[in-house]
């Protein structure tokens, strides 16, 4: 008997992100979190392009855009001068930008879209313990009553850098703490550089950089989220423990306006007052990463599996995308439908991601984003998070190294300019997709003809059957493809620019999974091959 079938432990935007991903696939789930009340700081501040599309298929876009403040680019300073200056303008193949957001709105967006499902954040409730057996996670809660055990089928720890559930796992979180400590304050500043740029402004001695001031912007009216080293005076005290993670707001010195100010004084590119200081701290950093994202049935997610600097908002990105990456994996197996082996991939697939982020960052947050990098393009796709390759992972079909288009792996590319019958107006891909299900795309280009439509059909079937029915079809059809009579739904090509992105030529198949990467890329597809490929992820 289980009491619910996932516990998530933590309700920041990590454990949210994987409550309203289960919830909404109809998953029993509880989720606890140890405050009171949420917190209202302004932690992470940045939404990359690729979390932007995560929200799209979670149906919080709209909201989120509508809290939020575009990035419009970066501009840095050394001893006074400008430097540099970085445009984050998105490539025309990507649909959304970057985007300002304090954590705390994000939080209130994605506890909004929870309670939508149903389903209700019991605060003020401590993980304390658990115990995993072959069947399930026995877990020990306490709240206002007092301890209770709760039993459920998988334990998701969602709780920041000093999480219960990576130290009751046993798990190793191997790294170190930077020396410098950090103030952070949201105030404003009424000053005339562009809005929506961050500033980056450095004080460098003999090539090394000795203070340093960071102001992000945030929505409203001259709101920024300001970074600077901390002044002797509210500096915390060091530690002489291995195992202390120091990560995170710590102590309660609270910087003043006054403190925040003389930074200014000394780095800010013109003359400008902090004023209308609405929360401020001081801030240690380490950076971190576990030997595991899972042990049997339990799993960490977020600052729980890795921390480092908060450079670019890249951990609580990382963080909203091993959740959505681990949701769709979890509600197959608690359905039956998963394969042996499903849920272990979450570790083969985000901890090299993982990896990848502590060390660019800890770079980044010493030399600033992009630094020494000679293809702008690439740096903002890296930073966008649209690079990721789970090329290597036991669940993704091998894709040949010289056939055209995307490979299985990575992010399946949109397209705009589609069109389909009683739809007035044309609309891209990503809009189409349903986001719960895996979703097979067949293409028909000119030659098309009644046999071809045949074997897609075929194809069709064969990725139904393997998916246990939890799979979407669409036949994607050039402008003059011969399509009709079909019992396909066919989606149209207008403008060409799906055919493009992917290289596409009659009978190609593509299989995207439910967080929007290929696993399964071919030009011309057998429903053998197919269903070989989908084995690996459906019983």
Sequence with gaps: MVDTDVLIAG???????????LARRGVRCRIVDALAEPPQYAKAVGIQPRTLEVFE????????????????????????????????????????GFLGLPQYETERILRQRLTSTGTRIERGTKLTTFAQDDAGVTAVLNDADGEHNVRAQYLVGCDGAHSVVRKTLGLTYEGAAFAEQYMLGDVRLDWSLPRGYSIRSMHRTDGATDDLLVCIPLPGHHRYRVSMLVPEELALAGTTSADKVEHGFEGDRKPELRHIQAVLDRLAP??????????????RISHRIVDSYCRGRVFVAGDA???????????MNTGIQDAHNLAWKLALAISGDAAPGLTASYDAERRPVGEEVVGRTVRSAREGIGAGESDPDFVLRREAQLLID?????????SAESSPGPRAGTRAPDAAGLTRDAVTFPT????????TNHTTLL????????????????????????????MDVYLVASPAAAVDPTILPVIRDRDTAFARAYRATGGSVYVLRPDGYLGYTRHAASPGDLSKYLSATFR
């Design 11 to 21: 309700a920041g935007p990590v454990g949210l992100t994987a409550a309203v991903e």
């Design 305 to 315: 599996a890795h921390i480092h600097p908060p450079t670019g908002a890249q951990g």
């Design 57 to 96: 298929g979670m149906g919080v876009l709209r909201e989120v855009l509508d809290a939020a403040i575009q990035m419009r680019g970066q501009i840095v300073y050394v001893n006074g001068a400008e430097v540099a200056r970085t445009e984050l303008t998105v490539p025309a193949d990507v649909p959304y």
């Design 270 to 283: 013109e003359p400008v007052n902090a004023s209308d200081l609405r929360w401020s701290s001081v801030f």
């Design 428 to 435: 891209h891909l990503f809009s189409i997709l349903g986001r």
């Design 443 to 470: 293409y028909a280009d000119d030659n098309t003809g009644a046999d071809t439509v045949a074997s897609l059909e075929s194809l069709a079937e064969a990725a139904r059957r393997g998916a246990h029915g939890q």
């Design 390 to 398: 789970y090329g290597a992972s036991p669940i993704v079909a091998n």
